[in-house]
């Protein structure tokens, strides 16, 4: 198994969106014995969040309205601070899929390996979620390739539509699924791709 690499966490900024409370300054003072620089605030993000490393949110009086994003869909690693046993809250807190947890309340350890876990999970949601859209892409490019093929090969098949294809894509000097999505475009059909990629050469 291959063994994580421990990031350097130094000069990291972490927004503590938590109203004011003994909860904020413990966990203030953690994160600046680790060499993170936390931000608290209440009850609005600030608009700079986006460039933020690590956001700790309060799941027990959080609402939707303070994310100016989905559920799951932070641009950054989440922590939920949570200290409540409410089922409703707890719902809450899930539904806002954050990568990682802090029971309340915040003592003298704990926070260094759920900014470690967060990151971590976050990433990992990262590449899953840009793999999904790659192979989504492609998907689409193939289902593209094969009805243009239908829309060239005429009375002549599968075969001829795909040899003339090959033989666009060279004219062109584009790659199959480009010229595919030319002539679905030229067809007057949307080509259902997103945005084709250019092949050099």
């Given at each position: 198994?291959?063994?994580?690499?421990i990031p350097n966490?130094?000069?990291?900024?972490?927004?503590?969106?938590?109203?004011?409370?003994?909860?904020?300054?413990a966990?203030?003072?953690?994160?600046?014995a680790i060499g993170l620089v936390p931000e608290p605030c209440w009850p609005d993000l600030p608009a700079s969040v986006v460039a933020a490393d690590f956001l700790f949110f309060d799941a027990d009086m959080g609402f939707?309205?303070?994310?100016?994003?989905?559920?799951?869909?932070?641009?950054?690693?989440?922590?939920?601070?949570?200290?409540?046993?409410?089922?409703?809250?707890?719902e809450w807190a899930l539904s806002r899929e954050a990568n990682a947890q802090l029971l309340k309340p915040v003592g003298s350890a704990g926070v260094y390996s759920s900014l470690l876990i967060a990151r971590q999970t976050f990433e990992r949601?990262?590449?899953?979620?840009?793999?999904?859209?790659?192979?989504?892409?492609?998907?689409?490019?193939?289902?593209?390739?094969?009805?243009a093929v239908a829309v060239l090969g005429g009375d002549g098949g599968e075969e001829a539509g795909f040899d003339r294809?090959?033989?666009?894509?060279m004219d062109w000097r584009v790659t199959m699924e480009e010229?595919?999505?030319?002539?679905?475009?030229?067809?007057?059909?949307?080509?259902?791709?997103g945005p084709a990629k250019r092949r050099a050469g």
């Open positions: 198994m291959t063994r994580q690499r966490l130094g000069g990291a900024r972490a927004v503590i969106l938590h109203r004011p409370h003994d909860v904020v300054d966990l203030a003072r953690q994160l600046s939707d309205a303070q994310f100016p994003w989905a559920a799951g869909a932070a641009p950054l690693p989440t922590i939920m601070l949570i200290g409540s046993e409410a089922p409703g809250r707890i949601r990262m590449q899953q979620t840009a793999e999904i859209e790659t192979l989504r892409e492609r998907v689409a490019e193939r289902q593209t390739i094969v009805r294809l090959r033989h666009l894509a010229a595919a999505a030319r002539v679905m475009a030229a067809s007057g059909e949307p080509p259902r791709t």
